[in-house]
């Protein structure tokens, strides 16, 4: 009996903004909530240029640790069936934004209780399978009770470290490989 070889992955994309993002996609968090917090930055390749046809996926907790978030993020039109998105108003926990051209992506959410990191999962061309990592909100000190960051050298645990730009606004830039001046984000292994 004859076996064949097992036939590789495909690449994905750059087809994501046919059917993946949505209406509000990056608006997680109620309209008008005075907690919200913006997560935003750019996913670049190996030779440190923008990737403009990614898409950024957020998971998270609620403020108060609660992992089910409500539903709402895929809303239809009851007349044309059109997806409309969130309603504006109900906290899912669930975000999924395309980068721009420049290769940006931003998120309005609140912050995620129980833990002091937003879980994100990158889908880029290119890339055989998704990648999942983690942006901490948390200043370095505090983090090192994180089982996850302890176990890093520190080039590598700042990878995953966001950089609040001012009250409310943290950056937090994705490097598929790193491009020899920058180290490549830490991403995670779910096997």
């Not at 109620?30 to 996913?43: F, K």
């Not at 007349?79 to 395309?98: H, K, L, Q, Y």
């Amino acid at each position: 009996m004859t076996s064949l070889a097992p036939t590789p992955s495909q690449t994905v994309g750059p087809f994501y903004g046919y059917a993946l993002p949505f209406a509000l996609g990056g608006e997680i968090a109620p309209v008008g909530h005075p907690d919200t917090i913006t997560l935003h930055g750019y996913v670049y390749d190996g030779a440190g240029q923008p990737v403009p046809d990614a898409l950024v996926e957020l998971w998270q907790p609620g403020p108060d640790g609660a992992r089910g978030g409500a539903p709402g993020s895929m809303r239809r039109d009851p007349v044309t069936g059109e997806v409309v998105g969130r309603d504006g108003v109900a906290f899912t926990g669930f975000g999924r934004v395309a980068t721009d051209a420049d290769g940006h992506y931003a998120v309005r959410t609140l912050p995620p209780g129980g833990v002091p990191y937003l879980s994100l999962i990158v889908f880029a061309r290119g890339l055989l399978h998704h990648l999942h990592t983690r942006a901490y909100l948390s200043a370095p000190a505090g983090t090192a009770a994180d089982p996850l960051l302890a176990a890093l050298e520190p080039e590598r645990r700042d990878t995953l470290l966001t950089v609040p730009e001012r009250a409310g606004v943290h950056r937090f830039d994705i490097r598929l490989q790193g491009d020899g001046t920058h180290e490549e984000t830490v991403f995670l292994d779910f096997a």
